[in-house]
């Protein structure tokens, strides 16, 4: 499982990556499982997340959530849509559990 990865995409993460990979092409690079932010996930602590984000505090306040009551994953990988603002990354920062993945 720890070669295989779960990838967690918002919703306007989901328009742009949609818009640019196939499902084919995100397999392909070790993904098992597409996911949406928002929704009630199941957790998989073998396997790694990579997070696509909107740069915006809800969208981190999910992540964050993810590792709160013990950790879903076993490791958090985060990618933004665009440049993350203090407010966000002030958030991050203060969450060591999302810190420390």
Same mark, same amino acid.
């Given at each position: 499982?720890? $070669?295989?990865?779960?990838?967690?995409? %918002?919703k306007d993460a989901t328009r742009v990556v949609s818009s640019v990979v %196939?499902?084919? $092409?995100?397999?392909d690079e070790r993904v098992t499982l597409v996911? %949406?932010?928002e929704k009630k996930?199941?957790?998989f602590p073998k396997m790694d997340a990579i997070y696509f984000l909107s740069s915006s505090t809800s969208s981190v306040e999910c992540v964050i959530s993810d590792f709160k009551s013990g950790a879903n994953y076993a490791g958090a990988h985060l990618f933004f849509l665009s440049e993350v603002g203090p407010d966000v990354m002030q958030l991050i920062r203060k969450s060591?559990?999302?810190v420390t993945r």
């Open positions: 499982c720890a $070669d295989y990865m779960v990838c967690i995409l %918002s %196939s499902m084919f $092409d995100v397999v996911e %949406s932010l996930r199941q957790p060591p559990q999302i």
